[in-house]
């Protein structure tokens, strides 16, 4: 029935001193759970089935069907039995996937308790950068990193002019649900930091909402939000709080919440972007959400594009180093929608420093923006 094998099952492989309450007795003894935390360990179960991390028809776990094995580069964030073999508690080499994942095997509840993920505290992010100290939350920060940093980027453009045009040059793409990146902001340069400029470390929210598993449930991923209004007053949806008030996008409305001034940054890094690419670059270019490299040629100039178009064959060509910088960060700030809570400063310093950097070729009024 169970689609998972559950702790009290792995008796002596479970990290007794992160588990609290009854479970940890129930483990500890090996004890066949009473009936009462049976029910409980159903009811997890159950949550965790109806998360995405549980969610078997995800693309996330179907995507590389037709391959029938889910590449070593991909496999320890998208294959439970190659996380558990990343993190080496089957007894290989922890840090490597040797071969590739099984399809169809969602994040369950091995992934995060064996001895070697309760007990892993220390995570490396691409940039190289370590972060230790991450308790329950470092299983999260594993998969939740992204694959590129700004490190990557700056290695990309070395050696070439700001808008000199380089076929050396393709689209770099964080990946998805990086919230990780985010949060630890400079610390672990997720974003392209322009240099000579200051940005923000990990956001220190408050006390009880400051880690991944303090906001998230870590069963069925979602966020209670009722908590967040109790000290947020004022407003009824968590997209409203706000709590700096400067005219981050320069459109003369700070009534909403920051996640306002950071779609608004963002859309106004598009147009941006988009004027740069036609009048600098050469060629226009068109973002298509959700599909790989997301940034097509557009020949009419219009920035309409349909999916049938949005096809590797026609991906963008025309990188120039200044370029490659700001659609980089567009595209961080589009992959964590949750980004105004995980650390709003961070993505408005990426974003207002995109446009400027841009506005250095292209006709943009930079004059009523803020930088945090
Ligand atoms: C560091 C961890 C990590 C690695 C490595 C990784 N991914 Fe992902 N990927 C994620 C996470 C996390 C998500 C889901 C994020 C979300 O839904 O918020 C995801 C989502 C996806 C999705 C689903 C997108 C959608 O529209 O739902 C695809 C497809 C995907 N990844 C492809 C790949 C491929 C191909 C590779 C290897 C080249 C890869 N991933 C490597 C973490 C990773
Ligand atoms: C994505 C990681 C993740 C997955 C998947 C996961 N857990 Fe957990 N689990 C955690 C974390 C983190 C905690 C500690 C949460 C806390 O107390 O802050 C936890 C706590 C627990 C506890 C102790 C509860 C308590 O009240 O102390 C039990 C029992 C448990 N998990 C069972 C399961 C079972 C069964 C599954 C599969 C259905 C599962 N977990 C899947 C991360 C995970
Ligand atoms: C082994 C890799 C892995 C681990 C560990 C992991 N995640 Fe995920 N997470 C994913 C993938 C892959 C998805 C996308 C699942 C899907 O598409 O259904 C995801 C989805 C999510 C989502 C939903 C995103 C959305 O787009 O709605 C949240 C929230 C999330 N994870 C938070 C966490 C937290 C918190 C932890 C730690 C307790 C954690 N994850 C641990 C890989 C992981
Ligand atoms: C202060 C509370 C808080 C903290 C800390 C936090 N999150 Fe979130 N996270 C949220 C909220 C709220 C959302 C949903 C935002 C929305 O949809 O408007 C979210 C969204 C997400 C998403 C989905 C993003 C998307 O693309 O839809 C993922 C994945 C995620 N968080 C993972 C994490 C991980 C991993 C950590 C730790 C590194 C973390 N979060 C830390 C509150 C938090
Ligand atoms: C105990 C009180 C408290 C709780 C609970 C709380 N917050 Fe906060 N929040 C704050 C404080 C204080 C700040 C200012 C932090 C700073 O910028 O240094 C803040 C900042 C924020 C910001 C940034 C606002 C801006 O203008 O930059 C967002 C978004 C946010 N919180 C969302 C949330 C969400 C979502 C939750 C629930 C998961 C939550 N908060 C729970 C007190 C709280």
Not at 119 to 128: E, K, M, N, T, Y
Request: hydrophobic share 35%; aromatic share 8%; proline share 6%.
């Amino acid at each position: 029935m169970w689609h998972c094998r559950p702790p009290a099952e792995e008796g002596a492989s479970m990290s007794l001193s992160r588990i609290r309450g009854p479970f940890a007795l129930v483990l500890a003894l090996g004890l066949a759970p009473a009936s009462a935390l049976a029910e409980e360990l159903t009811e997890l179960v159950e949550k965790w089935l109806a998360s995405p991390h549980g969610d078997y028809g995800s693309l996330s776990f179907n995507y590389w069907n037709k391959e029938g094995g889910v590449p070593v580069a991909c496999a320890h964030c998208h294959s439970q039995p190659s996380f558990v073999a990343w993190l080496g508690a089957d007894g290989s080499e922890a840090g490597v996937v040797e071969h590739p994942g099984a399809i169809n095997a969602p994040i369950g509840c091995a992934s995060c308790h064996t001895a070697a993920a309760h007990a892993l505290d220390a995570v490396r992010f691409p940039s190289g950068v370590r972060v230790d100290g991450l308790g329950w939350n470092a299983t999260c920060t594993v998969c939740h990193q992204g694959r590129q940093s700004g490190d990557h980027v700056t290695r990309a453009i070395e050696g070439i002019g700001s808008d000199d045009v380089s076929t050396d040059l393709s689209f770099l793409n964080i990946h998805y649900g990086v919230a990780a990146a985010v949060m630890h902001g400079s610390e672990v340069r997720g974003g392209f930091q322009y240099p000579g400029r200051a940005y923000v470390g990990r956001f220190r929210h408050v006390a009880g909402a400051d880690t991944c598993v303090a906001c998230h449930d870590a069963h069925t991923t979602q966020v209670e939000t009722d908590g967040c209004l109790g000290c947020h007053r004022g407003v009824e949806d968590i997209r409203d709080i706000r709590t700096r008030h400067a005219d981050f996008d320069g459109d003369g409305d700070i009534s909403a919440g920051v996640h306002a001034e950071i779609i608004g940054l963002q859309d106004r890094l598009y147009d941006a972007i988009r004027t740069y690419a036609a009048d600098v670059a050469g060629v226009p270019i068109v973002y298509f959400p959700g599909r790989f490299p997301y940034y097509f040629n557009d020949p009419d100039g219009d920035g309409a594009i349909t999916p049938e178009e949005a096809i590797f064959p026609n991906r963008y060509r025309n990188w120039t180093p200044r370029l490659l910088q700001a659609a980089y960060n567009y595209q961080v700030a589009k992959k964590d929608a949750g980004g105004y809570v995980h650390n709003p400063p961070y993505l408005l310093q990426l974003l207002h420093d995109s446009l400027e950097s841009l506005s250095e070729r292209v006709e943009i009024d930079t004059r009523r923006l803020r930088r945090p």
